[in-house]
């Protein structure tokens, strides 16, 4: 039997039916057309269903839409605002850090978080970070250095 949920994806408030059994990252996608939400391994490896749950960075893939009734989300689209790419988004462009884009959403989200946290990480603490997401095409190179150059932009906030 279906089950109601209420969440906040990116500001704002959706009501759903859901099956109990429905993963979150296929919540996103499906149910509420978020596609920026990839989903690769479906098993908490790839990261590439990186959002942020009550402001912590979770895999979506491993939790239930019904565990997000009531919470607050952030998706990949939540990052630009007013049509403006987000400036970890900005860096990504300018260090070509990415080349498929399938790890991309997740990448973002997790450098996000990192640096929301931790603005002044050391280049460690940035792959640290980033562990938790693979990149089967560009490398990891790029990304750091995206992420290394926007920390600026964060110390600043
Ligand atoms: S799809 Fe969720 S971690 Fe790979
Ligand atoms: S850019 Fe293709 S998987 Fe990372």
Known sequence: ????IQVKVNGQMYEEEVEPRMLLSFFLREDIGLTGTHVGCVVGECGACSILLDGRLVKSCL???VQAH???????????SEGAFHPIQEAFVKHYALQCGYCTSGMLLAGHYLLTRKPDSSEEEIRRGL???LCMCTGYTQIVDAVKEVAREYKKE
């Not at 607050?72 to 939540?78: A, P, S």
């Open 70 to 80: 009531g919470r607050e989300i952030t998706t990949v689209e939540g990052l630009a």
């Open 131 to 133: 562990a938790g997401n």
């Open 1 to 4: 039997m279906k089950q109601l």
């Open 63 to 65: 939790l239930l839409a």
